[in-house]
């Protein structure tokens, strides 16, 4: 199966608790058109954490952006707002400890406008299996025609 080098889909929105969920199947969908059903539970956990921050910390009247990227090898998902405040890691868990646990790799970087919050999951195309049918077995009449010693 050939893999394009680089598949892409990005969206800029207002984040509402309305909007999270809708949010999740659209990537849901594109990863089951790129063929990365066993990813699409994680990443849409750990992209339910990210938007739930941003809705959360951020509010709903500013903009974000959110990047889904897949490369043949690695999905990248990104979301982008324009606050200042950057994200912590908490140690009673939930939130980015969640996104640290369903991801490969993460991480956090400021930018003129506010910040972006990025997780990676090692996802790499699916291939053929090649399974070849076996021979199939001799039915009753072979077997009569064939010798006792030949069977022994």
Known sequence: MTVPLDRHY?????????????LRRIVA???RHWSLDPHVRPVCR?????????????????TCVL???WTGRHVTVSVADNSARMPRLLPAGGGLSRVMALSDSWGTC???DGKVV???????APRAAGLL???PLPGVRTARTVPLAVLA
Do not use: K
Not at 46 to 62: S, W
Not at 118 to 124: K, S
């Open 133 to 135: 049918p076996y021979a």
């Open 110 to 112: 400021r930018t003129t």
């Open 29 to 31: 969908a594109h990863l």
């Open 10 to 22: 990005s969206v800029e929105l207002q984040v509402s608790a309305e909007r999270v969920p809708r």
């Open 46 to 62: 750990a992209l339910d954490e990210l938007l739930t921050n941003v809705h959360r910390h951020v509010g709903d009247a500013n």
């Open 118 to 124: 990025w997780f990676t999951r090692y996802a790499e």
């Open 67 to 69: 990047e889904l990227r």
